[in-house]
């Protein structure tokens, strides 16, 4: 068998409040390249970690990780919607692994996801249904959030049940960097945002959930503008964060206080423990380089936008 991990940024604002034509050419060429190594590897299995923005996953059940039985991608801002191929038989056996390797992960047999999971699967194997896919959510926005050690053992666990396959296995993890959209919270929200928090929020009606995109574009703007609008991006840890990817340091962000987190780069910055848990996933096969790393601040996208290959040395 062999494993190969991509990890990116997505953002629901792509296409709708876009920088400029030659930073889009950029991260069209750096996403085109990413789609062809992956097609030479041309792998019989994805696992892509993701987190969710309140479009499948509520107060009404809020796991720290769920592991996707079969999985329908809604197409929340354009995002492409449709059911994701999930092998039953091995998602069933991967769940069983994860538990008896000491990591409590949820199932689900109705997983609804949105863009998070829906954008590397268009971007980087062409649709939702291009290859087998095992969905497994890493909640990065609903307090109480796992710790980025519980993230790491996730991936672990996962990565040593992959061992176990005799295919080629694509590790993904979509999310992050430094960022601070406008994700209501349980705390401050309202009465009808508390409702949807905790549940309604899954069949939202058309116009509902356009004024939601709205408000987000909106903001995108406003960020592009006045930058003070929202938690400022930051840079500086966000290529920290590569580094300790690149070295195989990712073990240090064990330490590393959720609430510092999101002082320091923002409060959905915690989508980043999808990263830790695809790299945790792929060390398990031993030492391995990391290629390709491409970062930029992309205020339109209200984001730290990155994007990262690897694979282990013993497959150069």
Not at 37 to 60: K, M, Q, S, T, W
Not at 81 to 95: H, K, R, T
Not at 267 to 289: D, I, N
């Amino acid at each position: 068998m062999s494993v190969y991990l991509h990890c990116l940024s997505h953002s629901p604002l792509v296409g709708l409040v876009d920088p400029t034509p030659e930073v889009l050419a950029e991260i069209d060429a750096t996403f085109s390249a990413a789609r062809e190594r992956i097609a030479r590897f041309d792998p019989e299995l994805v696992f892509l970690f993701a987190p969710d923005h309140y479009n499948g996953f509520f107060y009404d059940v809020m796991p720290s990780f769920c592991i996707g039985m079969a999985a329908e991608a809604l197409g929340d801002f354009g995002s492409a919607a449709g059911a994701l191929d999930v092998p039953l038989e091995l998602a069933q056996d991967c769940a069983s692994a994860v538990l008896q390797a000491g990591v409590d992960a949820a199932v689900s047999y109705r997983m609804q996801v949105d863009h998070g999971f829906a954008q590397p699967l268009e971007l980087l194997l062409g649709g939702l249904d291009q290859c087998p896919v095992i969905p497994v959510f890493i909640n990065a926005v609903a307090k109480p959030l796992p710790s980025f050690q519980r993230a790491r053992l996730l991936g672990e666990a996962i990565g040593q049940y992959t061992k176990s396959l005799n295919k080629r296995v694509l590790f993904i993890g979509s999310g992050g960097l430094s960022h601070q959209p406008p994700v209501p919270e349980l705390a401050t929200a309202n009465a009808q945002i508390a409702d949807r928090l905790m549940g309604s929020g899954r069949s939202l009606a058309a116009p509902e959930r356009e004024a939601r995109q709205q408000r987000v574009i909106l903001a995108a703007r406003r960020f592009v503008e006045d930058q003070a609008s929202l938690h400022p991006l930051n840079p500086e840890w966000d290529q920290r964060f590569l580094t300790l990817l690149a070295e195989d340091r990712f073990v240090e962000l064990d330490y590393l206080d959720n609430e510092q987190l999101s002082e320091t780069a923002g409060k959905s910055t915690h989508e980043v423990k999808t990263w830790v848990a695809a790299f945790a996933a792929l060390s398990m096969f031993g030492p391995y380089q990391t290629t390709d790393a491409y970062y930029r601040e992309i205020p339109e996208w209200i984001a730290g936008f990155g994007s990262i290959s690897a694979q282990p040395y013993s497959a150069i």
